[in-house]
T-cell receptor, first 111, second 115 residues
Framework: DAKTTQPPSMDCAEGRAANLPCNHS???????VYWYRQIHSQGPQYIIH???NNETNEMASLIITEDRKSSTLILPHATLRDTAVYYCIVPLENAGNMLTFGGGTRLMVKP | EAQVTQNPRYLITVTGKKLTVTCSQN?????MSWYRQDPGLGLRQIYY???????DKGDVPEGYKVSRKEKRNFPLILESPSPNQTSLYFCASSLRSGGVNTEAFFGQGTRLTVV
């Protein structure tokens, strides 16, 4: 089971890029990395996922290192509405791909 | 609109009075699950279902039951609620492709208080 490690909190200035790191050094070759975020007490929201290649969608970019032991979620122009807890998750294959939410990174976007 | 709908959003009940929290999704997803969220403990999975009539325990199943008689519905049943089940509950669903769950959609949550 690949466990993830994230910094507990980060600050970012509004309009600047937010770079959220995640360490998943025990990830296996066919396990994906998923990112979700939770704004206040709302339901978690899917952001992006990837296996090996870098990925980009309308919300964010995901950069995965070549050895796949870490990744970075990039919000290119953070807004106040991006203030949330961000979770990096490697689903557990032997438990029906269960999403195990760790502590995540609390991102505070400041004016 | 693709969504996961939970009801009720808020519920206050008394110890021992059976209750059901409903969850419905309109995306024809095979995989559904329930989580609870408590301060300092994060989101923990209660039960999950890989398809109709297939359910399994998550990390914290004690005190809960589920059923999956139809693909779209996955109710969470508390036969005899206790105060330690006071929590924020989320239902989620996702499509399975190649044995892997794709992005999960979460409901808006049910805040349950047991007194």
């Amino acid at each position: 089971d690949a466990k993830t490690t994230q910094p507990p909190s980060m600050d970012c200035a509004e309009g600047r890029a937010a770079n959220l790191p995640c360490n998943h050094s025990t990830i296996s070759g066919n396990e994906y990395v998923y990112w979700y975020r939770q704004i206040h007490s709302q339901g978690p929201q899917y952001i992006i996922h990837g296996l090996k290649n870098n990925e980009t969608n309308e919300m964010a970019s995901l950069i995965i290192t070549e050895d796949r032991k870490s990744s970075t979620l990039i919000l290119p122009h953070a807004t106040l509405r991006d203030t949330a807890v961000y979770y990096c998750i490697v689903p557990l294959e032997n438990a029906g791909n269960m999403l195990t939410f760790g502590g995540g990174t609390r991102l505070m976007v400041k004016p | 609109e693709a969504q996961v709908t939970q009801n009720p959003r808020y519920l206050i009940t008394v110890t021992g009075k059976k209750l059901t929290v409903t969850c419905s999704q309109n995306m024809n997803h095979e995989y559904m699950s329930w989580y609870r969220q408590d301060p300092g403990l994060g989101l923990r999975q209660i039960y999950y279902s890989m398809n109709v009539e297939v359910t399994d325990k998550g990390d914290v199943p004690e005190g809960y039951k589920v059923s999956r008689k139809e693909k779209r519905n996955f109710p969470l049943i508390l036969e005899s609620p206790s105060p330690n089940q006071t929590s924020l509950y989320f239902c989620a669903s996702s499509l399975r492709s190649g044995g892997v769950n794709t992005e999960a959609f979460f409901g808006q949550g049910t805040r349950l208080t047991v007194v």
